[in-house]
């Protein structure tokens, strides 16, 4: 048993040292590598991309903000009419009414038939007409704003909001890739030549 185990141990070695005999240990570039001892992978991070999109910190990642004109009301008080919705009525100045013009205000007839000095069948006597504009109310509804008193804002068109101006209302923006520094890959070493960028093969 022990005699078999040394000749197989000393008919190894001899083949061994044979074929050290017959062939050299040369260095040559991995054919892998090219010789670098690293090569480039996509970078998981960003997809290749080299930026990776992260919550807006301007918005919180809602992608808007309250509208600085309207302070988030969606409105704007009317200029025309003050916020009221009404305005002052232009035929009658207010007044809701007009003087009669059949009898210039006296509230009598002034026909020559009248002898009698009868009423103003025009006014029955008041010496004044409701106004048509206004209906005596003596204002009319504000052209502007349609009797609201306010119109919508002209920055956000009533919404009380505005697209984020950093993320444009995306709610994320791109930023460089940490991982591979905006490159879009990452250097890895060769596993085949452990970085060294050689290999050794027999000639």
């Excluded at 197989?8 to 010789?35: P, Q, R, W």
């Excluded at 002209?154 to 709610?171: Q, Y």
């Amino acid at each position: 048993m022990k005699r078999t185990f040394l000749s197989l141990y000393f008919s190894s070695m001899f083949i061994a040292v044979l074929l050290c005999s017959c062939h050299s240990v040369i260095k040559k570039d991995c054919e892998t590598c090219n010789g670098d001892g690293y090569t480039m992978e996509e970078c998981e991070e960003c997809d290749g991309t080299g930026f990776v999109a992260v919550t807006c910190r301007e918005c919180d990642g809602v992608g808007y903000e309250e509208c600085t004109f309207c302070f988030g009301t969606g409105r704007d008080e009317c200029t025309l009419c003050g916020g009221k919705g009404s305005k002052e009525c232009v035929d009658c100045n207010g007044y809701g009414r007009k003087r009669c013009t059949s009898c210039n205000g006296s509230g009598r007839s002034s026909l020559w038939y009248d002898s009698d000095n009868s009423l103003c069948l025009t006014c029955s006597g008041r010496g004044y007409e409701d106004c048509n504009t206004c209906y005596g109310t003596g204002r009319e509804r504000c052209s502007s704003c349609n009797g609201r008193g306010y119109e919508d804002c002209f920055s956000c068109n009533g919404t009380g909001r505005d697209n984020c101006s950093l993320c444009n209302g995306l709610g994320k923006v791109k930023v460089r890739c940490s991982e591979c520094d905006g490159d879009g890959e990452i250097k890895k070493t060769c596993e085949d030549c452990d970085g060294d960028g050689k290999v050794s093969v027999l000639e």
